[in-house]
Nanobody
Framework: QVQLVESGGGLVQAGGSLGLSCAVS????????MGWFRQAPGKEREFVAA????????FYADSAKGRFTISGDDGKSTGHLQMNSLKPEDTAVYYC????????????????WGQGTQVTVSS
């Protein structure tokens, strides 16, 4: 099976930065795209960013534009989400996911998910 493991979460003060990583392993590596989602206490899981490996097309949620950067390596083994100018409202569990045939803002586009990493931004 395909496994995803997020890392890089932690506690940071408002205005600071964190870089998240998503390591992908398993027999199947021919996935089409990677997405990042987050879920804060009392809120539904929401889309953050996505990247399509074919051409590197990138999508960002409005809340992430200008502050977050999504990227991936050429071997499709590791994805990254660089988060700058963090705000307390960015506090959430962040999840990475991969899609074998699609991409986008809908979580149902994705086939495999990590277990998440906690990001806490203090005031």
């Amino acid at each position: 099976q395909v496994q995803l493991v997020e890392s890089g979460g932690g506690l940071v003060q408002a205005g600071g930065s964190l870089g998240l990583s998503c390591a992908v392993s398993g027999r199947t590596r021919s996935w089409y795209g990677m997405g990042w989602f987050r879920q804060a206490p009392g809120k539904e899981r929401e889309f953050v960013a996505a990247i399509r490996w074919d051409g590197g097309r990138i999508f960002y949620a409005d809340s992430a534009k200008g502050r977050f950067t999504i990227s991936g390596d050429d071997g499709k083994s590791t994805g990254h989400l660089q988060m700058n100018s963090l705000k307390p409202e960015d506090t959430a569990v962040y999840y990475c996911a991969v899609a074998v045939s699609g991409y986008g803002e809908n979580s149902r586009d994705y086939d495999y998910w990590g277990q998440g990493t906690q990001v806490t931004v203090s005031s």
